[in-house]
């Protein structure tokens, strides 16, 4: 993980006031997003949420109704070649290629970037990067879901991008799967990243900073620990006493146990307490925001 100073550093993605309306419907309600130089961004939302409407703006794919954005310093719907060279793309959907073989695609690919990046990847430092080696010479079309995945990242870094878009990158995954794609992405330290998805778990895990969008709208931004520390202090404190379960939600929680114990003793028994954890956050977060909009 790389540290959340972004003041600092310049902004690779800026959106202010960011909007979409598909028809009579507003997707997007003014979102203001920000990645710095060398950032692991998670859009964290529920279905439906507009991360990938949003990310598909970044990417200059759809053309956003209003607001400012600022992509390496460019608007997305001026983005030229040389623009779109700097960018890596990993989307939701599998796009087929099964006959080539793993290194002739990626090999085929970084021609492309040639012209317009000073170093592309040397494709099989590329290859063992993704975890791909021994399959190199495999036709894609007989590689596991997990190993094709490992390819549509190889896909997006081929060029070296100065920003790396993962849109719900382990949708479908077994959790073994998921734990190697998750090592994967934090070996590619220093590459600023923006990933989708609606997997809480997933967004702690990667990322620096975790924006959670509702209906359109950015509800929270923060790293997992600022965004835990919206319901710090809260815990939930249970235990059986004479057979009869008792469950609290707590803020002084220790001196409650402290108290309980010396008024009971041995009598308490199975005592457990959890603090109130990042998934209470985001659930409460969503829950709120969608009786807002509702
Ligand atoms: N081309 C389109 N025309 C009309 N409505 C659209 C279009 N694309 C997306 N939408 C609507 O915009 C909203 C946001 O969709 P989007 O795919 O951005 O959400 P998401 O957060 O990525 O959801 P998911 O996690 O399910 O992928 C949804 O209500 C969707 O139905």
């Given at each position: 993980?790389?540290?959340?100073?972004?003041?600092?550093?310049?902004?690779?993605?800026?959106?202010?006031?960011?909007?979409?309306?598909?028809?009579?419907?507003?997707?997007?309600?003014?979102?203001?997003?920000?990645?710095?130089?060398?950032?692991?961004?998670?859009?964290?939302?529920?279905?439906?949420?507009?991360?990938?409407?949003?990310?598909?703006?970044?990417?200059?794919?759809?053309?956003?109704?209003?607001?400012?954005?600022?992509?390496?310093?460019?608007?997305?719907?001026?983005?030229?070649?040389?623009?779109?060279?700097?960018?890596?793309?990993?989307?939701?959907?599998?796009?087929?290629?099964?006959?080539?073989?793993?290194?002739?695609?990626?090999?085929?690919?970084?021609?492309?970037?040639?012209?317009?990046?000073?170093?592309?990847?040397?494709?099989?430092?590329?290859?063992?990067?993704?975890?791909?080696?021994?399959?190199?010479?495999?036709?894609?079309?007989?590689?596991?879901?997990?190993?094709?995945?490992?390819?549509?990242?190889?896909?997006?870094?081929?060029?070296?991008?100065?920003?790396?878009?993962?849109?719900?990158?382990?949708?479908?995954?077994?959790?073994?799967?998921?734990?190697?794609?998750?090592?994967?992405?934090?070996?590619?330290?220093?590459?600023?990243?923006?990933?989708?998805?609606?997997?809480?778990?997933?967004?702690?895990?990667?990322?620096?900073?975790?924006?959670?969008?509702?209906?359109?709208?950015?509800?929270?931004?923060?790293?997992?620990a600022?965004?835990a520390a919206r319901i710090a202090g809260k815990a939930e404190v249970?235990?059986?006493?004479?057979?009869?379960?008792?469950?609290?939600s707590l803020t002084?929680s220790t001196?409650?146990?402290?108290?309980?114990?010396?008024?009971?003793?041995?009598?308490?028994?199975?005592?457990e307490v959890r603090r109130a954890a990042l998934e209470d956050v985001?659930?409460?977060?969503?829950?709120?925001?969608?009786?807002?909009?509702?």
């Amino acid at each position: 993980m790389q540290n959340n100073d972004n003041q600092r550093k310049p902004s690779v993605v800026d959106t202010r006031g960011l909007r979409m309306r598909y028809g009579s419907t507003d997707v997007l309600k003014g979102v203001d997003l920000t990645v710095g130089q060398g950032e692991v961004v998670a859009l964290l939302g529920p279905n439906g949420a507009g991360k990938t409407t949003t990310i598909e703006i970044l990417e200059g794919f759809r053309r956003r109704s209003d607001g400012d954005v600022r992509v390496l310093g460019v608007d997305p719907d001026d983005g030229d070649e040389a623009w779109r060279a700097r960018l890596g793309v990993v989307l939701q959907s599998w796009r087929d290629h099964g006959r080539w073989r793993v290194r002739e695609l990626l090999s085929y690919l970084g021609m492309f970037y040639e012209p317009y990046r000073e170093r592309v990847f040397d494709i099989d430092e590329l290859i063992d990067v993704v975890g791909l080696t021994d399959h190199a010479h495999k036709r894609i079309g007989t590689l596991s879901g997990g190993q094709r995945r490992r390819l549509d990242v190889a896909v997006g870094l081929v060029g070296r991008p100065d920003l790396l878009f993962l849109d719900e990158p382990t949708v479908g995954f077994d959790p073994e799967a998921r734990r190697e794609f998750h090592e994967l992405v934090r070996r590619l330290t220093g590459t600023t990243i923006l990933l989708t998805t609606h997997d809480l778990t997933e967004a702690e895990k990667l990322a620096d900073r975790i924006v959670i969008l509702v209906s359109g709208r950015v509800v929270a931004d923060g790293t997992a620990a600022e965004l835990a520390a919206r319901i710090a202090g809260k815990a939930e404190v249970r235990y059986r006493l004479d057979g009869e379960e008792h469950v609290l939600s707590l803020t002084d929680s220790t001196g409650y146990v402290r108290e309980l114990f010396a008024e009971h003793g041995k009598a308490v028994e199975d005592l457990e307490v959890r603090r109130a954890a990042l998934e209470d956050v985001y659930l409460a977060l969503v829950r709120e925001s969608e009786e807002v909009t509702a």
